[in-house]
């Protein structure tokens, strides 16, 4: 059965890697069984070609994880509103990443007015992104530049989610130390790059 061979190759695959990281650390297993303690908590976009940990070079245990389609952060959503709550107050991360990707399938679709059910209700939030810039992001003639663009601008208003959000301003009103940054993924490169819209505490937009 050609689903059987899948998941057997999966597991034999899952059984090589544990080979090769207890390799180099036989430990490695048996101390992340009993805590973690990521300083990251990363905001990414569930596409397949952009892996927090492994375009990050970082390791299991380094970076709490959350991914939903274009990477939003809506208050509405339980899901993406939980995890922020956890990492904050649990994990006590320092760093939020809203990470986005050049070439997002989600930015898009949210361009174009396809009938393509559920999901337009996701992507109306982008959509209502696009609205607030379509002068600058039609002056752009090349189609995936269009694309490029709002997907830096969305980030840009994932960032201000984040910073409005009221677990992360508790932090901040305790004195934590925890940023808010906005991150772009080149998928042609392998690349990211810092969009320079740090957040470090409330009003306070940090340049560098
Ligand atoms: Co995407």
Known sequence: MCQNHYLKNLLDENRTWVESVKKTNPSFFKTLSQEQH?????????DSRVPASQVTNLKPG???VHRNIANLVLHSDMNCQSVIQYAVEALKVNHII???HHGCGGIKAAMHTADLGLI???LRNIKDIYNLHTDEISSIPDES??????????????VRHVAENPFVQKQWDLGRNLSVHGLIYSLKTGLL?????????KMNENKS
């Open 38 to 46: 990521p300083k990251l908590l990363w905001i990414g976009c569930s």
């Open 62 to 64: 380094d970076i709490f």
């Open 98 to 100: 809203v990470c986005g």
């Open 120 to 122: 337009d209700n996701w």
């Open 145 to 158: 530049d269009k694309v490029n663009q709002l997907s830096e601008l969305n980030v840009k208003a994932q």
């Open 193 to 201: 790059r810092d969009l320079k819209i740090s957040v470090n505490g």
